[in-house]
C-alpha cells in the first residue's frame, strides 16, 4: 500500500468513529512490515475510561490477527491542529515498534511525520522488565 493509499485508509476511518461525548472522530491505519493493513478509528462510552483510541482499535486488531511487528501508522483527524497520539497510545506503540514512524494529519489533509522516539523521549519498554 502507498503512503497515500495509507493516508485515504485513515481518514475514511473518521465516518466509523463513534464519537457522541467529544465529537473529535480519530482515524488510523497501520502499517505492518509485511505490508498488511488494519484500521481503527475511536469509540467512546458513557464510562470515558471504557472507550478506546483509533491508534491502539488498530494496533489489537493487529496484534489479534498475529501481527507484531509495525513500520509506520497513519492517525487522521479533523481539527486544524495535527492529530497527534495520545501518551497511552504511544506506550502501546513502543510495545511494539521503538522505532514506528507516525504521520500525523489535520483536517486539510495535510501531514506532519514523527518517529516514535520523537514523540514519546526515553521511552519504557519491556527490555527494561527483563
Excluded: W
Amino acid at each position: 500500500m502507498t503512503r497515500e493509499e495509507l493516508k485515504a485508509a485513515a481518514i475514511a476511518m473518521l465516518d466509523r468513529a463513534y464519537v457522541p461525548y467529544s465529537r473529535f472522530p480519530v482515524g488510523a491505519a497501520l502499517e505492518c512490515a509485511d505490508g498488511t493493513v488494519y484500521t481503527g478509528c475511536n469509540v467512546e462510552n458513557a464510562s470515558y475510561p471504557a472507550g478506546l483510541c483509533a491508534e491502539r482499535n488498530a494496533i489489537f486488531h493487529a496484534v489479534a490477527e498475529g501481527h507484531t511487528d509495525f513500520v509506520r501508522i497513519v492517525v487522521a483527524g479533523r481539527s486544524e491542529d495535527f492529530c497527534v497520539p495520545c501518551g497511552i497510545c504511544r506506550q502501546v506503540m513502543r510495545e511494539f515498534a521503538p522505532n514506528l514512524e507516525i504521520v500525523c494529519l489535520n483536517g486539510a489533509g495535510e501531514e506532519q511525520s514523527f518517529t516514535l522516539p520523537e514523540l514519546l523521549p526515553h521511552s519504557f519498554g519491556p527490555e527494561f522488565l527483563q
